[in-house]
């Protein structure tokens, strides 16, 4: 059940669902069926979002430094705030930035010394049944 349209006499009848359609000045466009899947909205919004006055300051390469100057309180004490702007240092920063890795190596130190120490619980409770 579709609608047929014919837009200029160059280009062909096209026949497309009925809620995909629109004309608008003699150009056809589609638009977002009544009810997507939340699979193609996630996808859709995950495209498609507002740069950041963080993100353009990591273009500029300055971010760093603000956050250092600026946001160094909220920068040390919030861990969910410290994560985003390591990611956005990553993703957009144009030069390497030393500290920034030196900061992740030490965190995944941690992770890992955690890890480790959990393991050999692990083990010695296994060794000691």
Known sequence: MGVVFKIHSSVPI???????VRAHFGIMMRTVPPNPSADVAAERASLVHPITYYEQLADAGGLYDFLQ??????????????Y????ILL??????????ECVLLAELRDALAV????VEQ???QAASL
Do not use: I, W
């Open 69 to 82: 100057t600026t946001m160094r309180e909220r920068f040390e004490h919030d861990t969910s705030f410290r």
């Open 122 to 124: 692990c083990h010695k």
């Open 14 to 20: 096209q026949t497309v669902p009925n809620y995909a």
């Open 84 to 87: 985003q702007m390591l990611r």
């Open 91 to 100: 993703q957009r920063s144009n030069v390497v930035l030393p500290e920034v």
């Open 115 to 118: 890890f480790l120490s959990t």
